[in-house]
């Protein structure tokens, strides 16, 4: 998903939700930083926001739908948030050779809700990939809100990430059992390498008699070997209808001749999924995320 005029939409964002004495000051710093080129001032406003504004859910129906709109909802953006962001954007859309650097060193020694703050709103700032090794670095964490931040309802992972680092996150968000269906384009960064993962991580928690979400199966539909043939008959066959369901849907979507000759096996479900019964978005429902 592109991102266009963002920094003047965050603008009008805080226009309506902040009083103008705050706006005032905001821009006032921003003019003096921008025009002195002050690191100084750069990081006292930044830190100054803080106590300015309240960090409230911000409302952002002015937008209209757009996709900053939508995705500052997704988000639940705060006003604070938004400040941050915002302060950073025009910075750098007016000198960014010069204030990159700087925001990097306020990103390196963020605290944990700032951290936050940085990782959900980097695909927002100018050359936002000059910023993936603090995303790459986000993924090695165990702290479940920094790990969703970069995760989930994020567009970032899926503009900037290569196929290992988009496969190393896939794999932690099921490890860490957070909720799969927050991943955005998980059926457009599927690859092989990522459906042997699957295959592999799934037989691990079957031998400990554990469970697998039915959502972690969803990338491997384009990549049905005989391997994952086997993994897809186990799953039509288990007695949990979500894992059916899981089963159904990678088959369904394969362009493998096998895989649809499998499904074949089972008329019922095959009604449902070319009825449209059945869609990932009901296991996700199902599975009461």
């Not at 009083?19 to 006292?44: A, R």
Request: charged residues 20%; proline residues 2%; glycine residues 4%.
């Amino acid at each position: 998903m592109e991102f266009t005029n963002s920094t003047r939409n965050l603008e009008i964002v805080l226009q309506h939700n902040l009083d103008s004495t705050v706006i005032g000051w905001l821009q006032e710093k921003i003019e003096l930083i921008c025009k002195t080129t002050s690191t100084k001032d750069l990081y006292l406003t930044y830190s100054l926001l803080a106590s300015k504004i309240a960090p409230i859910e911000t409302g952002v129906a002015q937008l209209g739908n757009n996709v900053l709109a939508i995705y500052l909802k997704s988000q639940k953006a705060t006003t604070l948030e938004v400040g941050r962001i915002y302060l950073l954007s025009r910075v750098l859309e007016v000198n960014s050779s010069f204030f990159e650097p700087k925001v990097a060193n306020i990103i390196q020694v963020a605290d944990t809700g700032e951290m936050i703050t940085f990782l959900k709103y980097l695909i927002l700032l100018p050359n936002a990939e000059n910023y993936k090794q603090v995303a790459v670095e986000a993924l090695r964490t165990n702290i479940a809100t920094v790990f969703d931040a970069i995760s989930a309802h994020n567009h970032y992972p899926a503009a900037f990430f290569n196929e290992q680092q988009w496969n190393q996150m896939y794999l932690k968000a099921a490890f860490m059992e957070r909720d799969l269906s927050a991943i955005l384009q998980v059926d457009e960064r599927a690859n092989k390498e990522l459906a042997r993962i699957i295959s592999d991580y799934a037989h691990e928690r079957w031998a400990a008699s554990r469970t697998i979400d039915p959502l972690f199966w969803r990338p491997v539909a384009n990549f049905l070997d005989q391997a994952l043939l086997n993994d897809m008959q186990r799953l039509l066959e288990s007695t949990d209808s979500t894992e059916n369901k899981a089963g159904g849907l990678c088959c369904f979507a394969s362009k493998n001749v096998a895989a649809q000759e499998l499904l074949n096996n089972y008329p019922d479900m095959l009604e449902q999924l070319q009825t449209g019964a059945v869609t990932w978005g009901i296991i996700k429902n199902n599975n009461g995320r």
